[in-house]
């Protein structure tokens, strides 16, 4: 699997990166040409990965042991509305996982745990995608 993070130069990315102390505003997960995500407009939603672009963007290869499962996962997410409530728990860092919508890199980290990666607790941290960029050297393959 790969983990897409990105940063857009629009006003939102930069308010995001901000408030997570971060390079990135944005993080995705790519399996076989499929990118998944959660977006301000369109909840989580897959796109191909040949349509998937950002203003910059790092590419990292990642050992998922059980993908399929991380994907069935995802995949069982499709429509679900985005977490704004995460967003605007943003600068406040409180509580923020909700099972019925996602923020971006919620999203990704919950299917990274489902598909036997380790390397963090869902349950108990927040995620942004500055901490799942801290975490590459752990995740990378």
């Not at 944005?26 to 989580?44: C, K």
């Not at 995460?86 to 923020?96: D, G, I, S, Y």
Request: glycine share 6%.
């Amino acid at each position: 699997m790969k983990l897409y993070f990105c940063k857009s130069n629009d006003l939102g990315g930069w308010l995001i990166r901000l408030a997570t102390f971060s390079r990135w505003n944005h993080v995705a997960i790519e399996f076989n040409g499929a990118v998944y995500e959660a977006m301000t407009g369109s909840g989580v939603r897959k796109v191909p990965s040949s349509h998937f672009r950002w203003d910059e963007m790092e590419v990292v290869d990642v050992a998922v042991p059980e993908p399929l499962q991380a994907v069935a996962f995802l995949e069982s997410q499709l429509g679900k509305k985005y977490d704004w409530m995460a967003l605007v728990a943003l600068p406040f860092r409180t509580t923020w996982q909700s099972p019925h919508r996602w923020f971006c890199s919620e999203l990704v980290a919950k299917a990274l745990a489902v598909g036997g990666v380790r390397a963090f607790s869902v349950e108990k941290y927040r995620i942004t995608p500055r901490d799942l960029w801290i975490l590459k050297p752990w995740l990378a393959r």
